[in-house]
């Protein structure tokens, strides 16, 4: 089993450099081979889950090297719970754009580059290496860089050369970080370096250096609050798939997992960190929840939005408790495939404007809202009630207070949002002259999210999800017990 | 403008030159594997040479040779290669053809110490020219990939 | 020591001229400075008092060499800047096509 590890990065990156040799020649072909291959990874990705989800710990070295040479592709609980979610979002999203994305010229390039975003993500969630991370961090960036471009129109190359710029002093950053890691502790290894921390007598003023370059590197990535700015910009000018993979996974995977990883397995949580995750996690909300009511633009709305939705999660990791990380990480799942849908059903809308009031188009939106409202049959109802419980339970009244507030913030702006789709009494808009009407897959992928984002509940359950959940969180809580486990599973 | 190009002058010595610039690139990304050089390093010359090539004998001359999807071809191609090899030598022969190449003699060749610099030329000389062309040609006219 | 500071002021240099400087490839030269200094702080961090290139050949007996991991990091971290620094090019290129200027006071299509 952990021989397939390696295939999570190696399939999409053989999907990307196929794709271009078939450009001109056979445009289906690009369709289908990058279907195949978000198909083949998916399926590799719920393999590995279930495997993995006793908490096993799967190693596989690169190149038959041991592990203080080489580098080692380490998945536990966590990574392969973020796998599961990455690659199936991803899966829908390329669903859709099979033919949302026709009406560009050169969909090759957008197909491409999804496969090394791909690539990239799958190979930050494997990887066991530090300096391997910050590999695919690049090499997800910018792909996404080119991506946020792909409109070619006056404001989204303006708004991909500010995030291209920003992300890249971040990169930076996390890179200086690694660099004095590496000068402190001799290894890159992240178990490696969880262990000899551990070792080590006193790592205080060192940790601390590094642990703000990261907060700044990794929360750009995030949009974290004072990092935030590039977010609504780079949404509101680019193929609507680019803001659905962007919010639904990349901010998620390389800010969220990458700190909680980082900060938790191989540094060991500090409360004085926490408060800093606190404080940053309530700006968030709060900001992230006043900008959205000044906002006309809907995917400036939902971006605003989102950076709100990942003050939540930023909150959970802070308060750290058993239960918090365990409405954290169901917040995780809930958010990437509502606020995906809700892109999804922006893109739908904004082609076919005849679709709007339709069930297909109304109903998927209200559920995608519904989930991250918090309106409660739905699965984002669950986690942020167990966040603001476990709020309460370590004793943070006042954050609970404010996630309650917020909480009922986010219902104000999403129904100015969807007042007009749902209840305006005005006639339909005319479709477009020559619009054949819907196509199959972009339906089919909106009513899919849809049905998971009311259904995610169930992950609760005692059934096989929940127990990856668990392993996800114990892997969290476990703290610098990561660096055993890796290190255990290697004799 | 009669004549496309530089003088009678320069794109003899260029003819002349141009296939020991190109053996010199294969050298040194040979080279890199004991001493300095490299596959980055040799694919640099590679792209310098065209560059070259389209300085002396003009822009349309250099085109008609190397059209945008020949570049992006080999470039892919290249990659293409690099990760199957690099492949093979990871998972031990447990792909395709993996096992008659990890252990036939014959197949010696397609070693990391031959297949891998010369891939990376491959991709470091047609993509960085790609570039250089994506550059120049950018301001001129935005339809250059769809021909 | 000097030489750690003498780097920070590089990597200082490089984030004034990213945040102070209106103009695209200025922006760009300052994200290509910031790239140096770290390449360069990796460097330093893996060097040691006296000792030559890790360099490995038949005839010759290495006996104090500088660490080869940091150099082996900073090859592939300049070739992820040459990438980067090559689509912001391409960017602003478009950029300067479409507003006629590389002012980033005048390109302000997106508020907020």
């Given at each position: 089993?952990?021989?397939?590890?390696?295939?999570?990065?190696?399939?999409?990156?053989?999907?990307?450099?196929?794709?271009?040799?078939?450009?001109?020649?056979?445009?289906w072909?690009?369709?289908?081979?990058?279907?195949?291959?978000?198909?083949i990874?998916?399926?590799?990705?719920?393999?590995?889950?279930?495997?993995?989800?006793?908490?096993?710990?799967l190693?596989?070295?690169?190149?038959?090297?041991?592990?203080?040479?080489?580098?080692?592709?380490?998945?536990?609980?966590?990574?392969?719970?973020?796998?599961?979610?990455?690659?199936?979002?991803?899966?829908?999203?390329?669903?859709?754009?099979?033919?949302?994305?026709?009406?560009?010229?050169?969909?090759?390039?957008?197909?491409?580059?999804?496969?090394?975003?791909?690539?990239?993500?799958?190979?930050?969630l494997?990887?066991?290496?530090?300096?391997?991370?910050?590999?695919?961090?690049?090499?997800?960036?910018?792909?996404?860089?080119?991506?946020?471009?792909?409109?070619?129109?006056?404001?989204?190359?303006?708004?991909?050369?500010?995030?291209?710029?920003?992300?890249?002093?971040?990169?930076?950053?996390?890179?200086?970080?690694?660099?004095?890691?590496?000068?402190?502790?001799?290894?890159?290894?992240?178990?490696?370096?969880?262990?000899?921390?551990t070792?080590?007598?006193?790592?205080?003023?060192?940790?601390?250096?590094?642990?703000?370059?990261?907060?700044?590197?990794?929360?750009?990535?995030a949009?974290?609050?004072?990092?935030?700015?590039?977010l609504?910009?780079?949404?509101?000018?680019?193929?609507?798939t680019?803001?659905?993979?962007?919010?639904?996974?990349?901010?998620?995977?390389?800010?969220?997992?990458?700190?909680?990883?980082?900060?938790?397995?191989?540094f060991?949580?500090?409360?004085?960190?926490?408060?800093?995750?606190?404080?940053?996690?309530?700006?968030?909300?709060?900001?992230?929840?006043?900008?959205?009511?000044?906002?006309?633009?809907?995917?400036?709305?939902l971006?605003?939005?989102?950076i709100?939705?990942?003050?939540?999660?930023?909150?959970?990791?802070?308060?750290?408790?058993?239960?918090?990380?365990?409405?954290?990480?169901?917040?995780?799942?809930?958010?990437?495939?509502?606020?995906?849908?809700?892109?999804?059903?922006?893109?739908?809308?904004?082609?076919?404007?005849d679709?709007?009031?339709?069930?297909?188009?109304?109903?998927?939106?209200?559920?995608?809202?519904?989930?991250?409202?918090?309106?409660?049959?739905?699965?984002?109802?669950?986690?942020?009630l167990?966040?603001?419980?476990?709020?309460?339970?370590?004793?943070?009244?006042?954050?609970?207070?404010?996630?309650?507030?917020?909480?009922?913030?986010?219902?104000?702006?999403?129904?100015?949002?969807?007042?007009?789709?749902?209840?305006?009494?005005?006639?339909?808009?005319?479709?477009?002259?020559?619009?054949?009407?819907?196509?199959?897959s972009?339906?089919?992928?909106?009513?899919?999210?849809?049905?998971?984002?009311?259904?995610?509940?169930?992950?609760?359950?005692?059934?096989?999800?929940?127990?990856?959940?668990?392993?996800a969180?114990?892997?969290?809580?476990?703290?610098?017990?990561?660096?055993s486990?890796?290190?255990?599973?290697?004799? | 403008?009669?004549?496309?190009?530089?003088?009678?002058?320069?794109?003899?010595?260029?003819?002349?030159?141009?296939?020991?610039?190109?053996?010199?690139?294969?050298?040194?990304?040979?080279?890199?594997?004991?001493?300095?050089?490299?596959?980055?390093?040799?694919?640099?010359?590679?792209?310098?040479?065209?560059?070259?090539?389209?300085?002396?004998?003009?822009?349309?001359?250099?085109?008609?040779?190397?059209?945008?999807?020949?570049?992006?071809?080999?470039?892919?191609?290249?990659?293409?290669?690099?990760?199957?090899?690099?492949?093979?030598?990871?998972?031990?022969?447990?792909?395709?053809?993996?096992?008659?190449?990890?252990?036939?003699?014959?197949?010696?060749?397609?070693?990391?110490?031959i297949?891998?610099?010369?891939?990376?030329?491959?991709?470091?000389?047609?993509?960085?020219?790609?570039?250089?062309?994506?550059?120049?040609?950018?301001?001129?006219?935005?339809?250059?990939?769809?021909? | 020591?000097?030489?750690?500071?003498?780097?920070?002021?590089?990597?200082?240099?490089?984030?004034?001229?990213?945040?102070?400087?209106?103009?695209?490839i200025?922006?760009?030269?300052?994200?290509?400075?910031?790239?140096?200094?770290?390449?360069?702080?990796?460097?330093?961090?893996?060097?040691?008092?006296q000792?030559?290139?890790?360099?490995?050949?038949?005839?010759?007996?290495?006996?104090?060499?500088?660490?080869?991991?940091?150099?082996?990091?900073?090859?592939?971290?300049?070739?992820?800047?040459?990438s980067?620094?090559?689509?912001?090019?391409?960017?602003?290129?478009?950029?300067?096509?479409?507003?006629?200027?590389?002012?980033?006071?005048?390109?302000?299509?997106?508020?907020?």
């Amino acid at each position: 089993m952990a021989d397939l590890i390696q295939y999570l990065i190696i399939v999409p990156l053989a999907a990307a450099f196929l794709i271009p040799l078939f450009a001109k020649k056979a445009r289906w072909l690009c369709q289908v081979l990058a279907q195949a291959g978000v198909l083949i990874i998916t399926a590799l990705s719920f393999a590995i889950a279930l495997y993995v989800k006793d908490g096993l710990t799967l190693i596989y070295n690169v190149g038959r090297w041991p592990v203080p040479t080489g580098i080692s592709l380490v998945v536990d609980s966590l990574s392969a719970f973020m796998l599961v979610i990455s690659n199936f979002v991803m899966l829908v999203i390329v669903l859709y754009s099979n033919s949302y994305i026709k009406k560009y010229s050169d969909t090759w390039k957008h197909y491409s580059l999804l496969m090394m975003v791909v690539s990239g993500v799958n190979g930050v969630l494997v990887t066991g290496d530090i300096f391997n991370l910050y590999v695919f961090l690049e090499i997800a960036s910018i792909a996404v860089y080119a991506l946020f471009a792909f409109g070619l129109r006056k404001e989204s190359f303006e708004a991909a050369f500010k995030y291209a710029v920003m992300s890249t002093v971040a990169s930076t950053f996390v890179l200086l970080g690694i660099a004095v890691l590496y000068s402190y502790v001799s290894t890159l290894n992240m178990a490696g370096i969880a262990s000899a921390l551990t070792a080590k007598e006193q790592s205080g003023s060192v940790i601390k250096f590094v642990t703000v370059l990261f907060l700044m590197g990794f929360g750009l990535k995030a949009a974290l609050v004072p990092f935030h700015s590039w977010l609504p910009d780079a949404y509101s000018e680019s193929p609507a798939t680019v803001p659905a993979i962007s919010s639904g996974i990349l901010i998620k995977v390389l800010g969220v997992y990458t700190l909680g990883r980082i900060l938790f397995n191989v540094f060991g949580m500090q409360p004085a960190v926490s408060h800093i995750l606190l404080a940053l996690a309530v700006m968030s909300m709060v900001l992230g929840g006043i900008m959205a009511f000044g906002q006309t633009n809907v995917r400036r709305l939902l971006g605003y939005s989102s950076i709100s939705q990942i003050g939540y999660i930023f909150l959970a990791l802070g308060v750290g408790t058993k239960l918090a990380l365990v409405g954290g990480l169901f917040h995780i799942l809930n958010h990437s495939i509502s606020k995906s849908l809700l892109f999804l059903n922006v893109g739908l809308v904004e082609d076919h404007p005849d679709m709007a009031k339709k069930p297909v188009n109304a109903f998927t939106a209200l559920a995608g809202a519904m989930s991250i409202c918090g309106v409660p049959p739905t699965g984002g109802f669950w986690s942020k009630l167990i966040i603001i419980i476990a709020c309460i339970e370590a004793g943070h009244i006042a954050l609970a207070f404010i996630a309650v507030v917020v909480s009922i913030f986010t219902i104000a702006y999403y129904f100015r949002a969807l007042t007009p789709v749902l209840f305006s009494q005005g006639k339909a808009a005319e479709a477009r002259p020559g619009a054949k009407g819907m196509p199959f897959s972009m339906g089919f992928a909106v009513i899919l999210l849809a049905v998971i984002s009311v259904a995610s509940g169930v992950v609760l359950m005692p059934n096989a999800a929940n127990a990856l959940l668990t392993g996800a969180v114990n892997i969290l809580i476990g703290g610098t017990g990561y660096a055993s486990a890796a290190m255990g599973a290697l004799r | 403008m009669i004549q496309k190009g530089m003088s009678v002058i320069v794109k003899t010595v260029t003819k002349i030159t141009l296939g020991f610039i190109l053996l010199y690139a294969v050298y040194i990304s040979l080279n890199g594997h004991t001493g300095p050089g490299g596959g980055f390093a040799g694919g640099v010359i590679v792209a310098l040479s065209f560059v070259h090539i389209m300085l002396v004998f003009g822009k349309e001359m250099a085109l008609k040779r190397l059209r945008s999807y020949v570049l992006r071809g080999l470039t892919c191609a290249g990659a293409l290669i690099f990760l199957y090899a690099a492949t093979v030598k990871f998972s031990g022969g447990c792909v395709p053809f993996g096992a008659f190449l990890e252990k036939s003699v014959s197949c010696r060749l397609f070693n990391s110490e031959i297949t891998l610099p010369f891939c990376e030329m491959l991709i470091i000389g047609a993509g960085l020219f790609a570039i250089f062309v994506a550059l120049v040609l950018l301001s001129k006219s935005d339809r250059y990939d769809s021909e | 020591m000097v030489t750690y500071i003498l780097c920070l002021m590089l990597f200082c240099v490089g984030l004034y001229c990213v945040l102070r400087k209106r103009n695209l490839i200025k922006i760009i030269i300052g994200i290509g400075i910031m790239g140096y200094a770290v390449n360069l702080f990796i460097i330093l961090a893996g060097y040691r008092a006296q000792s030559r290139a890790p360099i490995y050949a038949n005839d010759q007996i290495v006996a104090r060499m500088v660490d080869p991991l940091p150099q082996a990091m900073v090859m592939t971290s300049i070739v992820l800047e040459l990438s980067v620094t090559l689509i912001l090019i391409a960017i602003a290129i478009r950029i300067y096509e479409k507003y006629g200027t590389f002012d980033i006071t005048k390109i302000n299509k997106l508020k907020g």
